[in-house]
Each structure stands twice: as C-alpha cells, then as structure tokens.
C-alpha cells in the first residue's frame, strides 16, 4: 500500500512562546461550568472562572475592571460569558477594557444595538438562541453575531436541559476562532492528523497500526464515523479493536490514497483523497461481507478530522458508494425499475470510477452525459453551436 500526503515536521502543539493565555469564564451561577473549562484548558488556555451574582453587581463589575492587572506586559486576555454575565461584559465592554481583546457572549439577556461600534481592539462575538430571542439579521451588525434556529436558551451549557451538543460544538469552534485570532496565538493541527495518517495508511502491522492512531485520539469518547457503510466505533478501545481487526487487515497490496487537498481550520482539517485499489481481498470498512471481485476501484473520499488540545476527537469519512457498487459490479446502472422505466428513467443517476478521474483532471467533455441522455440538454447544446460558443 502507499500514500502521497505530505510529511509534516515542526513545533509540538500549542508551542507558544510565552505562558498560557488568559480566559475567564462568566455565568450567574456559582457553579463553574466544568466541562467548558476543560474544553478551554485543553485547547491551551489558563481558563478560570468568575461567578455573577446580580445582587452584587457593583463588586462584580470591578472585579471585570482589574483582570488585566494579572497579565504581563503584551498579553491579553478573553472572557467568555452566559446570559445575564454576558449583559454585564457587554455593557461594560462599551468602553475599551484594557488588554481584553475578544469577549464571546452566549444568550445574552439584552443585546447591544445592532450599529453600536465596540472598541476597534476588541473582537466580539454574540450568540444566540433562536427559540428565545429576538435579534437583527446577522447582516445587519457590526459586531459578529450568530443565531441558532432551533435552540433555547442554555443550549451550549452541558448542564442544561437545552444543551444541544451539535449547535453547542459549532459555537464552540466559532468561539475558538474567535479568541485565537484576537490573541493573535496560531495552531498547527497538521502534525496531529499528519500522525494519525501515518498509523492508519503506512504501519501494516495491524497491531501497532491500531495502538499507534489510538495514542493520537482523546480519551474523552473519541470516534470514527464511516458514513456509507456506518462502520467505526466510540472510545479508545473499541477504536483499537476496530482498527486491528477490520482497517489495517483490508489495506490490500496494492491500495493507494492520494491527497489532492487539505483544508486546515481552527480545530478540524479536511482531506480530498483519491482512493484505488484492486478488490483483490475482502474490504471491511468499504465493502463489508463483499466476496473479492479482482475489480479496480477508484474513490474520491472525503475525511473530516476534529482535533481538541492535540488530540483527535472524531473523524467522519464520506465517499459516493453508489459509484463503488457500480466498480464492483453490485450495481448496474442500466438495470432502471420497470415503474420509473415507463415513467421515462434511462439510467439510474449514478456513475462509476469517472467521477474520481474527474475530481483530478476535469474535463468538459465528461459532464453532463446523464442531461444529455434523457435530453435535458436539447436546445442548449444547439444554441451554443449558432453562437459558435
């Protein structure tokens, strides 16, 4: 088997140059939010906590005035914040705050006016839970806001029975985002994902294969998702045992992937891949329970890596299997049933090992041929031809 992914070298994750950076975290509650600490420790940062207590809104205040005088000369300092808090920072924040430079606000209980300019310096982000509040178009703010649909109030707090993990782990990264590119302090995944790759494609030993990703994933419920044929597993050790018994083993000899492109974000990297390889062995992870057919298969596959404090928390890997079962033969796209064949159907609307060679090298001759056959394309290919276009 081979691979052509770029091999990384470089600093260790989170290679700052000086200390951790500084985060409070804010809420009216005097309970500090366990798990949203953790998530910001793991990330880098030197999370605490302050409680808001409406009753004592003047100490707090002050309290919020004076968090710079902890900070060294040339750091800064962010402050994530939950409803009530998120009013008062944000009230407060009106007025350049001194070494704040980003302020994330979840819910909100009154939100700034939509025009209202904060400090230049200062990067501000506001949350918002759809079903509770009303809000000005994103648009229409120039401060960043975001509004989630389909969620009440609490929706990113574990704790709450709101808690929605989906829309609480998209805020989480655009907060992330936000703060990393206000402190000014870059991240490099690459390397993380760049190991995980290395165990999975180039280590046939099965067993050292599987130990070796494992050492790159979180310990906190890591999982592998493969959408088409929804194999993987959930946790450290049933991720071993999958990737033991059913990745490694089905890498056949001559399985190849290719990269064609990495897209690097504050906490996720995605792969575009070309996958090829002979069915010359059973396959578990593409074709499970698939007898070898000796057919030559050509993938265009998807692999969307979440990384949390350098570790791997999940991976999800899409690819089309309709083209696959068409590869190996499972699939005819000529076979149409006999209701949508009188109904006009030529072909199923799937296409075979032509789609991967187009994601390399695309061409115009090769689109369109499924228009063309049921001549949704008539009339336009001719209008082209009287412009001589």
């Not at 081979?2 to 309970?31: E, K």
């Not at 004076?66 to 009106?94: F, N, P, R, W």
């Not at 829309?167 to 993380?192: F, H």
């Amino acid at each position: 088997m081979s691979s052509t992914a770029p091999s990384q070298t470089g600093p260790g994750f989170l290679a700052f140059n000086s200390r951790a950076p500084r985060i409070w975290l804010t809420a009216p509650s005097v309970h500090a939010p366990e798990r949203a600490l953790v998530y910001w420790r793991d990330e880098g940062y030197d999370a605490s906590y302050l409680p808001y207590d409406p009753n004592d809104h003047a100490n707090y205040v002050r309290t919020l005035k004076t968090l710079h005088e902890q900070l060294k000369l040339g750091e800064t300092y962010a402050v994530i914040c939950y409803g009530t808090a998120a009013t008062a920072v944000l009230k407060l924040a009106m007025k350049p705050m001194a070494k704040c430079s980003a302020i994330v606000a979840f819910y909100p209980s009154i939100l700034p006016s939509p025009k209202f300019k904060f400090p230049s310096l200062l990067r501000v982000q506001v949350h918002v839970a759809g079903l509770s509040q009303v809000s000005p178009p994103s648009e229409m703010c120039d401060w960043k806001l975001y509004r989630y649909e389909r969620c009440s109030l609490g929706f990113a707090d574990p704790s709450a029975k709101a808690y929605s993990e989906v829309e609480a782990n998209l805020a989480n990264t655009r907060a992330l985002t936000s703060v990393r590119s206000a402190m000014k302090k870059e991240v490099d995944l690459e390397p993380v994902v760049q190991a995980a790759w290395n165990a999975k494609y180039e280590d046939e030993v099965p067993e050292r294969a599987s130990m070796a990703v494992v050492r790159c994933t979180s310990q906190n419920s890591p999982h592998l998702t493969i959408m088409p044929t929804l194999e993987g597993g959930v946790g450290r050790r049933k991720l071993e045992e999958f990737y033991r018994e059913f990745f490694v083993p089905s890498l056949v000899e001559d399985f190849e992937i290719r990269l064609v492109s990495r897209t690097i974000g504050v906490d996720r990297v995605v792969d575009e891949m070309v996958v090829s390889f002979t069915h010359s062995d059973e396959v578990d992870w593409i074709l499970p329970g698939v007898a070898p057919t000796d057919k030559f298969v050509e993938i265009a596959m998807v692999s969307i890596v979440a990384v949390r404090g350098g570790k791997l928390v999940s991976e999800h890997m899409y690819w089309d299997q309709a083209s696959v079962l068409v590869q190996v033969g499972l699939l005819d796209p000529k076979v149409v049933p006999k209701k949508w064949k009188n109904e006009g159907l030529k072909r199923l609307p799937v296409v075979g090992a032509e789609a991967t060679r187009q994601l390399v090298e695309p061409r115009q001759e090769r689109y369109n041929s499924l228009l063309r056959e049921h001549g949704l394309l008539d009339g336009l290919e001719d209008a082209g031809n009287i412009n001589g276009k």
